[in-house]
């Protein structure tokens, strides 16, 4: 009998099982860095994780998406933070889910952290073994 009484629950590794769960999509929008004040210059975006936004160090659209081609490379403002973040390209995208524009969260889901690999994004972890937010957040 192992007790775990006062210590941390154990934390998700290369033994854990994903699966795809049908989910809510709540929609921010991202500002355009360099158009402060402009409400309609923003980049839309979905997602299932809003609470994981404050760790977002990307935000991604595919490079055949004439819709965002001319984004890449610019940057945005993350929302509820004055922090900014690149606009990258990556075929990762599903140009028909959403708004063709996925948030680059790497330290808080697998397929976000190999395109942070590929774009070699930093990795931002804001949440605690309990799943509170930390000091990143």
Do not use: W
């Not at 007790?3 to 355009?32: D, I, N, W």
């Not at 309609?40 to 659209?61: F, K, N, Q």
């Amino acid at each position: 009998f192992l007790s775990l009484a006062g210590r941390a629950p154990p934390v998700a590794g290369a033994s854990t099982e994903y699966s795809e769960e049908e989910g809510k999509l709540y929609y921010f929008k991202y500002m355009l860095a360099d158009q402060e004040g402009d409400e309609d210059a923003h980049l839309p975006v979905a997602t299932t994780r809003p609470e994981t936004i404050l760790g977002d160090t990307a935000v991604c659209v595919h490079p055949d998406d004439p819709r965002y081609q001319k984004y890449i490379g610019k940057h945005v403002k993350v929302p509820l933070s004055d922090r900014t973040i690149p606009i990258i390209a990556d075929t990762y995208v599903d140009m028909e889910f959403g708004t063709g524009c996925l948030k680059i969260t790497p330290g808080h889901d697998p397929n976000d952290y190999e395109i942070g690999k590929r774009a070699k994004l930093p990795t931002i972890n804001i949440m605690n073994l309990d799943a509170s937010i930390n000091e990143n957040g």
